[in-house]
């Protein structure tokens, strides 16, 4: 592979990064899920020693090279008021002042011991964000942007992506989902005009954080690792106990999922309760803030909610690391009621980023990626691979209002990171699933020797036997890495014969995308060119009876060049229609949705 040597950082934060500076620019009940953070209280500023860090490798990836890069501070357009010295601008009392001292000369001693060990490279931040996973400023609305092609029709309204964008240099092990949310919006105007903007999402932890002028919060993948990780979360939560922070009104980043529903852009991590974000007329986002659905949701809600694009109906899951019951299921009316509970019973805390829906049935992944507190208490990450326990799906009626009569279904040892679509076979007692089956298992999130595959499998459960199949959807001599991508959603959770998924090579970079015929395996690409990549692509469908034709909308960034832009591209042809130049760089992100221009003339403000 050619090595792209092009700087791709436009911040100013420099190595070493194990000391803070400031960077800088609503609350509702607290979640009653646990998450490892979900214990402490608030924080101060301190002055810390400024130790080298020891470099392993890359963001599990043998087989690409990251250019390591000044790590640029991102500021914060708006409020431009805030005072240069937070501290200033604080008021607490002798007790406060003395205590926070105190805390932050033990967490500078604690720094300092850290730094005489070598970070792994799923934790090192001169791996994690390096190059164009490096964050960047917030950006006001520019208009008018420059477009090559034609824009369709079709596409009036506005795209926005999520993603992971630390507002502060990490003073510590980092892990790429750590990093605070932020959105990045393209709009798509009826008068042919196209406008950019991005910005944080104003979660309560980036607020805490930006007040006390450095990062606080511990970070669940990069930090919480044996003794020190434990340290980290006693500092945390005595800082909690002085009134310095406050984690009752949420640790969540809001950087992974987008969905619009009921009205309301919500940005999620499984972390926390969503975050309300609307879209200005002007193009310009806004947090609005935490969204506990008119109080009726006490706990984390997961990334990838699942909308029925039948009855409008909301589905969703959340799950709890520390106690039981470690996953409950719920879904929301069109017009917002949220149903019961239902605790689903699992025997240990599983990791669940994503799950499927059909007509009548939701499928849960009880799979062999856990939580394991013992193992990152010896010095491991809180999430491992459990060789000893067996994969297995739930079906559970979609309106069941308990579990007794949810069918487990086990299957060999398979680990999908994402589900693209499931349906019921007609004339069959079968559901078909689709998704990428990683391994290793927990590479992501562990250090491995081994080269990361995702492989585009299909797996079959059947109802009336308890059985399973599983099978590679792609021949061996085509095989190629996917994640991250989508079936059209007007059929989710339906028959469906293509998906659109990223070709997730060199790992963890995207350089291109590729449209799977799900039923006959046949695969056609589209290549974004040399040295240049982008992350998820998004089919935006015409609403016309043929399931393909749309269009797939992904950022994309030229690392020789320092450029991003928006490709569209027609998804029957597979050829570009059009591209828009942006005014500055994207970083590689998570996910994203569209919101027609229609559903945002009516959207909850």
Same mark, same amino acid.
């Given at each position: 592979?050619?090595?792209?040597?092009?700087?791709?950082?436009?911040?100013?934060?420099?190595?070493?990064?194990?000391?803070?500076?400031?960077?800088?620019?609503?609350?509702?009940?607290?979640?009653?899920?646990?998450?490892?953070?979900?214990?402490?209280?608030? !924080?101060?500023?301190?002055?810390?020693?400024?130790?080298?860090?020891?470099?392993?490798?890359?963001?599990?990836?043998?087989?690409?090279?990251?250019?390591?890069? *000044?790590?640029?501070? %991102?500021?914060?357009?708006?409020?431009?008021?805030?005072?240069?010295?937070?501290?200033?601008?604080?008021?607490?009392?002798?007790?406060?002042?003395?205590?926070?001292?105190?805390?932050?000369?033990?967490?500078?001693?604690?720094?300092?011991?850290? /730094?005489?060990?070598?970070?792994?490279?799923?934790?090192?931040?001169?791996?994690?964000?390096?190059?164009?996973?490096?964050?960047?400023?917030?950006?006001?609305?520019?208009?008018?942007?420059?477009?090559?092609?034609?824009?369709?029709?079709?596409?009036?309204?506005?795209?926005?992506?999520?993603?992971?964008?630390?507002?502060?240099?990490?003073?510590?092990?980092?892990?790429?989902?750590?990093?605070?949310?932020?959105?990045?919006?393209?709009?798509?105007?009826?008068?042919?005009?196209?406008?950019?903007?991005?910005?944080?999402? +104003?979660?309560?932890?980036?607020?805490?954080?930006?007040?006390?002028?450095? @990062?606080?919060? %511990?970070?669940?993948?990069?930090?919480?690792?044996?003794?020190?990780?434990?340290?980290?979360?006693?500092?945390?939560?005595?800082?909690?106990?002085?009134?310095?922070?406050?984690?009752?009104?949420?640790?969540?980043?809001?950087?992974?999922?987008?969905?619009?529903?009921?009205?309301?852009?919500?940005?999620?991590?499984?972390?926390?309760? *969503?975050?309300?974000?609307?879209?200005?007329?002007?193009?310009?986002?806004?947090?609005?803030?935490?969204?506990?659905?008119?109080?009726?949701?006490?706990?984390?809600?997961?990334?990838? @909610?699942?909308? &029925?694009?039948?009855?409008? +109906?909301?589905?969703?899951?959340?799950?709890?690391?520390?106690?039981? @019951?470690?996953?409950?299921?719920?879904?929301?009316?069109?017009?917002?009621?949220?149903?019961?509970?239902?605790? !689903?019973?699992?025997?240990?805390?599983?990791?669940?980023?994503?799950?499927?829906?059909?007509?009548?049935?939701?499928?849960?992944?009880?799979?062999?990626?856990?939580?394991?507190?013992?193992?990152?208490?010896?010095?491991?990450?809180?999430?491992?691979?459990?060789?000893?326990?067996?994969?297995?799906?739930?079906?559970?009626?979609?309106?069941?209002?308990?579990?007794?009569?949810?069918?487990?279904?086990?299957?060999?040892?398979?680990?999908?990171?994402?589900?693209?679509?499931?349906?019921?076979?007609?004339?069959?007692?079968?559901?078909?699933?689709?998704?990428?089956?990683?391994?290793?298992? &927990?590479?992501?999130?562990?250090?491995?020797?081994?080269?990361?595959?995702?492989?585009?499998?299909?797996?079959?459960?059947?109802?009336?036997?308890?059985?399973?199949?599983?099978?590679?959807?792609?021949?061996?001599?085509?095989?190629?890495?996917? +994640?991250?991508?989508?079936?059209?959603?007007?059929?989710?959770?339906?028959?469906?014969?293509?998906?659109?998924?990223?070709? /997730?090579?060199?790992?963890?970079?995207?350089?291109?995308?590729?449209?799977?015929?799900?039923?006959?395996?046949?695969?056609?690409?589209?290549? #974004?060119?040399?040295?240049?990549?982008?992350?998820?692509?998004?089919?935006?469908?015409?609403?016309?009876?043929?399931?393909?034709?749309? #269009?797939?909308?992904?950022?994309?960034?030229?690392?020789?060049?320092?450029?991003?832009?928006?490709?569209?591209?027609?998804?029957?042809?597979?050829?570009?229609?059009?591209?828009?130049?942006?005014?500055?760089?994207?970083?590689?992100?998570?996910?994203?949705?569209?919101?027609?221009?229609?559903?945002?003339?009516?959207?909850?403000?």
């Amino acid at each position: 592979m050619a090595t792209c040597t092009s700087a791709t950082n436009s911040s100013t934060w420099g190595l070493p990064p194990r000391f803070s500076r400031s960077l800088s620019s609503s609350s509702s009940s607290s979640s009653s899920s646990s998450s490892f953070l979900d214990m402490g209280l608030p !924080i101060n500023t301190v002055s810390t020693r400024k130790p080298t860090l020891k470099i392993q490798s890359a963001l599990h990836s043998p087989s690409i090279d990251f250019p390591i890069q *000044p790590y640029q501070r %991102p500021t914060i357009t708006k409020n431009p008021s805030i005072e240069q010295n937070p501290k200033k601008s604080l008021q607490w009392n002798f007790l406060q002042r003395a205590a926070s001292i105190t805390l932050d000369m033990m967490e500078g001693a604690l720094l300092s011991r850290e /730094a005489q060990h070598p970070l792994p490279k799923t934790a090192d931040p001169r791996v994690q964000i390096a190059g164009n996973f490096a964050p960047v400023p917030e950006q006001s609305v520019k208009h008018n942007l420059p477009v090559s092609g034609s824009i369709p029709d079709c596409i009036r309204g506005v795209y926005v992506r999520n993603g992971a964008n630390p507002l502060f240099e990490p003073v510590a092990g980092h892990h790429l989902f750590d990093g605070d949310g932020m959105v990045h919006a393209v709009t798509f105007n009826d008068d042919g005009s196209v406008s950019y903007a991005c910005r944080f999402t +104003e979660t309560q932890r980036l607020v805490q954080e930006r007040k006390l002028g450095r @990062p606080v919060f %511990p970070k669940a993948i990069g930090e919480l690792h044996g003794h020190s990780g434990i340290a980290r979360l006693a500092l945390f939560y005595a800082r909690g106990l002085f009134g310095l922070v406050d984690h009752s009104k949420g640790t969540g980043v809001a950087n992974a999922g987008l969905v619009y529903f009921n009205g309301r852009l919500l940005a999620m991590s499984e972390d926390d309760l *969503p975050y309300h974000v609307s879209v200005t007329p002007s193009g310009d986002l806004a947090t609005v803030g935490r969204y506990n659905f008119d109080d009726q949701l006490h706990s984390t809600m997961i990334a990838h @909610p699942k909308l &029925d694009p039948e009855t409008g +109906e909301l589905f969703a899951l959340s799950y709890d690391v520390v106690q039981k @019951p470690y996953l409950k299921y719920f879904r929301f009316s069109p017009d917002g009621k949220k149903s019961p509970d239902v605790e !689903i019973p699992l025997n240990v805390p599983t990791m669940i980023h994503d799950f499927a829906i059909t007509q009548n049935y939701v499928l849960i992944p009880d799979q062999q990626v856990i939580f394991n507190l013992k193992q990152m208490i010896s010095g491991g990450s809180p999430v491992t691979f459990d060789n000893s326990k067996k994969s297995r799906f739930g079906i559970l009626p979609k309106h069941a209002l308990n579990s007794d009569d949810i069918i487990w279904v086990e299957l060999p040892d398979t680990f999908c990171f994402h589900l693209w679509n499931a349906w019921e076979e007609p004339g069959t007692e079968e559901i078909r699933i689709f998704g990428s089956g990683m391994s290793p298992p &927990d590479s992501i999130f562990n250090e491995s020797e081994e080269d990361l595959e995702s492989v585009l499998m299909e797996i079959r459960l059947n109802l009336r036997t308890g059985k399973s199949t599983c099978r590679h959807v792609i021949d061996g001599e085509e095989h190629v890495n996917l +994640e991250v991508g989508m079936v059209n959603k007007n059929l989710l959770g339906r028959k469906t014969q293509f998906a659109y998924l990223a070709i /997730a090579e060199p790992w963890p970079k995207v350089s291109g995308f590729a449209k799977v015929d799900l039923l006959s395996g046949s695969v056609e690409k589209f290549v #974004y060119g040399d040295c240049r990549y982008g992350g998820e692509p998004y089919f935006i469908s015409t609403e016309s009876e043929r399931e393909d034709d749309g #269009y797939i909308v992904a950022f994309v960034h030229d690392e020789k060049k320092e450029e991003s832009e928006l490709l569209i591209v027609n998804a029957v042809s597979m050829t570009l229609e059009a591209s828009v130049k942006l005014p500055s760089r994207v970083p590689y992100g998570f996910h994203g949705t569209f919101i027609t221009s229609e559903d945002l003339a009516v959207q909850e403000l």
